[in-house]
């Protein structure tokens, strides 16, 4: 069945809609995932909430959550736990949300933000977030708290930068890529904040909050960039080298349970 091999299960209710059938829904999944799998995380969108007051989306957050999870308290599975997110397209909330997702289904998570806690604590930076480009989730980020503007503004950098990229910094053949390793930007605004931006991996970049005096010691956040990029590498390596091992393993197990003709010595 499909929810064995999954790490977490999304379920989208549209808030703007009679939520009582999804709600039914909800319960149905949920259950007979979870009959299937006990390690999957269970993230309930509330989408649509653009379309609600501050107060209505407050309300109807309270009355999902309740009701969800008075469905599983009286099919006695209160230890399953229901994650809520508000979301909208018309916001970054979608974007967050499923930041918050991802975010539990790596492992490495840990070391990532110790890494960017000490390249923070070192470097005199607000805020660090390391994003995958494409996608513009955020795979990781230093502990103090996030703020929805931050985040924003992070993923407008992003943009701009790629667009630009794209327009300006490809080859006339389209020959090229709009994001690699030489990929940095600096961005100055209004209050007396630095936006940086530069290349970890082919897929993440680092974006982060330096205020302008902290700016001025450039040269030591490069260097600690420097060495946090390496440890960043590092990690994914090893990620990669257990991946590998571990399919070397298997392809080996495969091998000494079949018999010469290919048919399996024992049931698999
Ligand atoms: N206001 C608002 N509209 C949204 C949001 N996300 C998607 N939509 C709109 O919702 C519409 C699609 O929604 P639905 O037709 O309800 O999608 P669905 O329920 O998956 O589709 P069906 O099951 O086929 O009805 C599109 O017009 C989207 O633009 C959101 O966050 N806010």
Redesign the pocket.
Known sequence: MIFRGTGALIF?I?S??DYMEALARLHLTVTRAYKVNTDINFEVFI?????LSDDHKIETQRDIHQRANDDLADAGLEKIHLSFYL????DHS?FEAFSKVVQKLIPQLPTLENLLNIFISNSGIEKAFLFDVVSKIYIATDSTPVDMQTYELCCDMIDVVIDISCIYGLKEDGAGTPYDKESTAIIKLNNTTVLYLKEVTKFLALVCFVREESFERKGLIDYNFHCFRKAIHEVFEVRMKVVKSRKVQNRLQKKKGATPNGTPRVLL
Do not use: P
Request: hydrophobic fraction near 30%; glycine fraction near 8%; aromatic fraction near 8%.
């Open positions: 989208v549209d703007q809609d989408h649509k909430v653009d379309g979301t909208s397209i018309y979608i």
